[in-house]
T-cell receptor
Framework: GENVEQHPSTLSVQEGDSAVIKCTYSDSASNYFPWYKQELGKRPQLIIDIRSNVGEKKDQRIAVTLNKTAKHFSLHITETQPEDSAVYFCAAFRDYKLSFGAGTTVTVRA | EAGVVQSPRYKIIEKKQPVAFWCNPISGHNTLYWYLQNLGQGPELLIRYENEEAVDDSQLPKDRFSAERLKGVDSTLKIQPAELGDSAVYLC???????????FGQGTRLTVV
């Protein structure tokens, strides 16, 4: 099955700085890579996704890059704000199954 | 549009007791997932339904866990008997068949004492 590794497990950044989370996957057949944000006690919510035929996607302050050859993808958050503090999960999708990383706890310091 | 609805939000039971969780997916979503989320970890798939058919239950511990989606809409997940190690958040998600984006419910936090 698919194995998704996510780093770092915790990330503390100063407000206004950038945050980068990296994930690797094992199954080259995976073709869809979503990122979910989960605030404490709340449901995971999709914030951005990328498909295997695209190398980069941007939505306002967040962007995702995908390197299919190296089998890794990254989430970039620019100009971080306190409301960006949450747990972020990457995932890889194949055959209708989403395999999640272990999560990154992001803390934005005011 | 209403999102995925789960109940109860919280459940505390004694070990060896049965427990059931309920999920109502987004209207029109034929694919329904049950995930297990342990503290500090990402969700892990337990079972996936396409309409009323369980098409992937390879990760479901069938000795104590069962699930059903009789009419292809609502679903229930049951544990009998519960063990201490079952304490976790149980998440339900749904998506349009053939569409890969999954929408999650709030989850049920189970504590087994």
């Amino acid at each position: 099955g698919e194995n998704v590794e996510q780093h770092p497990s915790t990330l503390s950044v100063q407000e206004g700085d950038s945050a980068v989370i990296k994930c690797t996957y094992s199954d080259s057949a995976s073709n869809y890579f979503p990122w979910y944000k989960q605030e404490l006690g709340k449901r995971p919510q999709l914030i951005i996704d990328i498909r295997s035929n695209v190398g980069e996607k941007k939505d306002q302050r967040i962007a995702v890059t995908l390197n299919k050859t190296a089998k890794h993808f990254s989430l970039h958050i620019t100009e971080t704000q306190p409301e960006d503090s949450a747990v972020y999960f990457c995932a890889a999708f194949r055959d209708y199954k989403l395999s999640f990383g272990a999560g990154t706890t992001v803390t934005v310091r005011a | 549009e209403a999102g995925v609805v789960q109940s109860p939000r919280y459940k505390i039971i004694e070990k060896k007791q049965p427990v059931a969780f309920w999920c109502n997916p987004i209207s029109g979503h034929n694919t329904l997932y049950w995930y297990l989320q342990n503290l500090g970890q990402g969700p892990e798939l337990l079972i996936r339904y396409e309409n009323e058919e369980a098409v992937d239950d390879s990760q479901l511990p069938k000795d104590r866990f069962s699930a059903e989606r009789l009419k292809g809409v609502d679903s229930t997940l049951k544990i009998q008997p519960a063990e201490l190690g079952d304490s976790a958040v149980y998440l339900c998600a749904s998506s349009l068949t053939g569409n890969t984006e999954a929408f999650f419910g709030q989850g049920t936090r189970l504590t087994v004492v």
